[in-house]
């Protein structure tokens, strides 16, 4: 079973204005926001916890080579990326490579954040999953992201960029094109499926890993997500059911984000719902960065995470 965590090296996830309300972190900026010292603890402590994988989410925190132009201050040279990636392994954690191309969490990519779609960016999309893919030695997965990329998850952007339709699913499968000619397997956050979920089910290929996620295990109408009164919250969760009997192999997205409770619950609902055939693992997402001041919340997301995992394992 696969028990993996989600680390940023890079937080370069959102283009938003100035806003306040929305946290400290929310804006890209020009810089790492990073501590060294705090990913070498959570490290060990994922070890320690038997965790076996980590999904590193690269962003402009990477030097990369084909495309140095994407770098910001302080990025890792591809030489203590792969130093990194050496010790992971040593310390029985798979590294597995991110890169999230949805156009509501792509301003890592600085200028090509405006080029969507343009032979320009299928240029660049081709040479960074590439170039990502040999740093880290062909890994059995390639995490794309491709969430939220609708027009209600930007309004506070400065820049609004929503592919629809076609180009969606010609962009989209571009991606997992160039993650093939790698060898390597495509992954992806799957709430797509949520408001297209016939095209869904008709258009996504079946090799490619579904990470559905759910954070709060209560809202709206519904007493639980596992409850029998229907909310959008109920239908999303759902949503590992649906995918199961699609055929798609998965790992379901479990969190602290709202409530550590969501951990457990959702670890229990997939166990008793999905079947274990294509029931990969589940993947933590703290959502944080990777910082001292938010240590607290990593080490709780690590601690809950392990136990729910123990306690199914028996």
């Known amino acids: 079973m696969i028990v993996a965590n989600l680390l940023h090296l890079s937080y370069n996830m959102w283009g ?4 306040p309300a929305k946290g400290k ?5 020009p810089y790492m926001r990073f501590d060294e010292k705090v990913w070498n603890d959570l490290l060990v402590e994922m070890a320690k916890r038997k965790f076996n994988m980590v999904v590193i989410d690269l962003g402009d925190a990477v030097q990369y080579q084909s495309r140095p132009e994407i ?4 990025a890792w040279s591809p030489e203590k990326l792969k130093g990194e990636l050496k010790k992971m392994r040593e310390m029985g954690l798979e590294p597995i490579p991110k890169l999230n191309f949805s156009a509501c969490h792509d301003q890592w990519l600085g200028k090509y954040a405006r080029m969507v779609s343009t ?10 999953i590439k170039e990502t893919c040999d740093l880290f030695d062909k890994p059995r997965y390639f995490h794309l992201g491709m969430d939220e990329e609708e027009p209600h998850h930007q309004e506070a952007f400065e820049y609004v960029v929503s592919r629809r339709f076609d180009l969606w699913w010609k962009d989209i499968l571009n991606l997992f094109d160039q993650t093939r000619a790698k060898g390597v397997t495509p992954w992806i956050w799957s709430d797509y499926v949520w408001n297209h979920t016939a095209e869904f089910y008709r258009r996504m290929p079946k090799d490619v890993m579904q ?31 649906d995918l199961d009997k699609a055929g798609y192999e998965q790992i379901p997205t479990v969190s602290n984000w709202e409530t550590p409770a969501n951990i457990p619950n959702t670890i229990k609902f997939c166990q008793e719902t999905c079947s274990k055939e294509r029931l990969k ?9 990777t910082l001292e001041e938010t240590r607290a919340t990593h080490m709780d997301a690590i601690e809950h995470m392990a136990m729910a995992i123990e306690e199914i394992q028996g």
């Open 16 to 19: 938003d204005w100035e806003n």
């Open 281 to 289: 693992g589940y993947i933590l997402t703290p959502w944080r960065p």
């Open 71 to 74: 770098a910001i201050k302080g």
């Open 119 to 128: 032979a320009e960016y299928y240029a660049v999309v081709a040479d960074l």
């Open 25 to 29: 972190y929310w804006c890209a900026r």
């Open 211 to 241: 990470s559905n996620w759910y954070r709060d295990p209560v809202r709206g109408d519904a007493k639980s997500v596992y409850g029998a009164k229907v909310s959008m919250d109920v239908e999303c969760c759902k949503t590992y059911v």
